[in-house]
């Protein structure tokens, strides 16, 4: 099954699938945004509707019946999730990732090929498991390993965080690649959650000061699966060619929906103000603009960046060079500042109608989730990584 | 030979889980353990014995899949016979 059987599924890739996510993200996951947040609860309704509107599978190859978007189109739909409700943004996001890593380093394995017609098909929804407890955010490390049993592989991951992993389909979880291996000799390994295969038992839950929605609990996660389940790429390549630039750049758009959001409050703030008192310029009105500075030039970033990963997508040469690794943490590093200081911007123009959680120009909750852009892999990590690097590379940024 | 000088600044700089002498040259390094910190350690610690700066085009992450990889960059930046 091709787009070009499928008339429906070809119409609506490109700016219709951005479009249709708009039509989600104020129709379903807005209403919702504030209950999710106050219950700590997983985004459902508006999980559903995007699979409703067959956006699950929006990275996946047209060949499988996916809507071939580029990443820049999901960064887009990102951006307007991210404007609406943060936890479904990033719930997506984190989905979409997994979604880019399937297509580009799965093989062509029969499960692979059936799975990615069952992300299309089923739309399923998949979670991540790469931290550990011992080595934390080092996700590059690994202690729990693979162990064969006979065509199955077996393995045992104390994750501290899989984010809404007893509501995903599958998971997709990082391992040594066996018993004997260097805790950088890493495999990633599908992990489908029905409870034949799959037990997550929980160790922690997940009542956080922003992205509640997330619902990032800790688990043990015990799974026994048909060696089949092993991506063929190793996961040095997984995260160089696709995890990492794919991560930073769709975070980045969400955290850039978040701020639009919050300076469009703040602008209906110093508006409302001004109707109030016709030819008195509101005390808030140059801050506003301040605000709104600060903002194209977060939206200049995340998108000069989505571009020019999508320009360089297929040349893998170039994705692991040293210049584009650096230029992915740089973008990360700095849209997660932003993200704060622009919320910050608008709280302080919106003031006590800002601060409170229940005004129309309510920022708060904008605030709590922009603080863990900075913290959910740390920006001090990134920024260590990214010294270690300049240590050897020459070319200006 | 520069295979050998590889080797021996690999198992300096490497901080490899395996001993070097158990690796064939064409290894992998990074399945040997190799990092991505500990693989700038070992660029800077090869320029500084060969006396060559590795160019951006050579900044990834092929250049120092193995002994033989980085042997074969620091021949192409280094003056015929110098190396060898």
């Known amino acids: 099954m091709t787009a070009a059987t499928v008339p429906h599924l070809a119409a609506r890739t490109g700016p219709d699938a951005v479009a249709l996510a708009g039509q989600v993200a104020r129709a379903v996951a807005a209403p919702a945004a504030s209950h999710v947040d106050r219950n700590s609860r997983f985004p459902s309704e508006a999980i559903a509707a995007l699979r409703e509107a ?3 599978s929006a990275l996946v190859p047209v060949r499988y019946g996916g ?18 409700c943060t936890n479904t943004a990033m719930v997506y996001a984190m989905h979409q990732i997994q979604v880019a890593v399937l297509a580009r380093h799965a093989g062509s394995s029969p499960f692979f090929e059936r799975l990615m017609r069952d992300l299309v098909e089923r739309q399923l929804l998949l979670a991540s498991a790469t931290s550990e407890v011992e080595v934390g955010g080092d996700v590059r490390r690994s202690i729990c390993a693979v162990e064969r049993r006979g065509d199955d592989v077996q393995l045992r991951k104390q994750a501290p965080v899989i984010s809404y992993g007893e509501h995903a389909d599958a998971i997709l979880v990082t391992a040594r690649r066996h018993p004997d291996a260097a805790a950088s000799d890493q495999v990633l390994v599908v992990a489908p959650t029905d409870a034949s295969r799959t037990t997550l038992t929980r160790t922690s839950g997940w009542d956080a000061l922003g992205l509640r929605g997330t619902c990032s609990s800790g688990y043990v996660l015990e799974t ?18 696709t995890m990492l630039p794919v991560s930073h750049v769709l975070w980045s758009s969400l955290w850039l929906g978040l701020a639009t959001d919050a300076v469009s409050r703040a602008r209906a703030f110093v508006r409302d103000a001004a109707k109030r008192k016709p030819g008195t310029m509101p005390p808030g009105a140059v801050r506003l603009a301040e605000a709104v500075g600060v903002l194209q030039t977060m939206r200049a970033a995340v998108t000069h960046a989505a571009n020019a990963f999508d320009a360089i997508y297929e040349d893998r040469d170039a994705l692991s060079s040293m210049g584009f690794a650096l230029r992915m943490n740089g973008l990360k590093v700095q849209s997660a500042t932003l ?11 919106c003031g006590i109608a800002g ?9 708060e909750r904008h605030l709590r989730d922009a603080y863990s852009a900075g913290i959910q892999i740390n920006n001090d990590r990134v920024l260590g990584a990214s010294a270690t690097m300049l240590l050897v590379h020459r070319e200006d940024a | 030979m520069l295979s050998e000088r590889i080797r021996a600044i690999v198992g300096e700089h490497g901080r490899l889980a395996v001993a070097v ?17 500990a693989s700038v350690n070992l660029m800077l610690a090869i320029e500084e014995a060969f006396g060559i700066e590795f160019p951006e085009r050579l900044l990834r992450r092929r250049t120092f899949e193995s002994i033989s990889s980085i042997a074969a960059a620091v021949r192409e930046l280094t003056p015929l016979g110098f190396a060898a």
């Open chain 1, 224 to 241: 026994r699966v048909p060696a089949s389940h092993i991506l063929a790429d190793a996961y040095d390549d997984i995260s160089a060619h």
């Open chain 2, 21 to 37: 002498s158990e690796l064939n040259d064409d290894a992998s390094l990074y399945q040997a353990g190799l990092t991505s910190h």
């Open chain 1, 54 to 56: 067959r956006l699950m």
């Open chain 1, 339 to 349: 993200a704060v200081q622009i919320v910050s911007q608008a709280l302080s123009i």
């Open chain 1, 67 to 84: 809507l071939g978007c580029s990443i820049v189109q999901v960064a887009e739909i990102c951006d307007v999730l991210g404007q609406h």
């Open chain 1, 355 to 363: 601060y409170k959680t229940d005004t129309k120009y309510s920022v």
